[in-house]
T-cell receptor
């Protein structure tokens, strides 16, 4: 079974530039998550989709971050304009069912390591 | 108080040792609990779910204490390959959002 695919693996941009990340979840997985993981910290949820609808985006800095999941499959996360503190690994994860179902495992992609200089 | 708290460590133990980590959560309505493992510069991967009755998988034992609002992970007979960061994940009944702790770093040395 193919895992969660993310691209690019690495990205270096200057502050105030824009960047976009792409995620292809495991086939058939209805729930998709974007997490931000800063070095030395645990992943922090940015946004959660159920199919193509947003379940939670309360921790997404909406003045500069946006995400979409058209057609309920692939997803993109965009940062515009980037700040130095956005340097982190951006992890995409997917799960088969909603977290409302007990013990739902989330499968993670390898992440995109973003460096803002 | 953070929603999910872990001691970041590192826990530095010799091969063969037994080591235990705790993770506390603040939301009493939390319903699902997991331990994930994350190797250096890799993505998190599920180690085990945590059931109310406790569960064991080989050298790993996970337990839940709802009264005190913490989960634990016990590793027996530590191997060098167990060196990693162990992330606690809690899903609350109201939000259904998986929330990660900051992770506990384990270093097993010869």
């Amino acid at each position: 079974e193919a895992g969660v695919a993310q691209s690019p693996r690495y990205k270096i941009i200057e502050k105030r530039q824009s960047v976009a990340f792409w995620c292809n979840p495991i086939s058939g997985h209805a729930t998709l998550y974007w997490y931000q993981q800063i070095l030395g910290q645990g992943p922090k949820l940015l946004i959660q989709f159920q199919n193509n609808g947003v379940v939670d985006d309360s921790q997404l800095p909406k003045d500069r971050f946006s995400a979409e999941r058209l057609k309920g499959v692939d997803s993109t996360l965009k940062i515009q304009p980037a700040k130095l503190e956005d340097s982190a690994v951006y992890l995409c994860a997917s799960s088969l069912v909603s977290p409302r179902r007990m013990n739902t495992e989330a499968f993670f992609g390898q992440g995109t390591r973003l460096t803002v200089v | 108080r953070k929603e999910v708290e872990q001691d970041p460590g590192p826990f530095n133990v010799p091969e063969g040792a037994t080591v235990a980590f705790n993770c506390t959560y603040s939301n009493s309505a939390s319903q699902s609990f997991f331990w994930y493992r994350q190797d250096c510069r890799k993505e998190p991967k599920l180690l085990m779910s945590v059931y109310s009755s406790g569960n064991e998988d080989g050298r790993f034992t996970a337990q839940l204490n709802r009264a005190s609002q913490y989960i634990s992970l016990l590793i027996r007979d530590s191997k060098l390959s167990d060196s990693a960061t162990y992330l606690c994940v809690v899903i609350s009944g109201g939000s259904y959002i998986p929330t990660f702790g900051r992770g506990t770093s384990l270093i097993v040395h010869p």
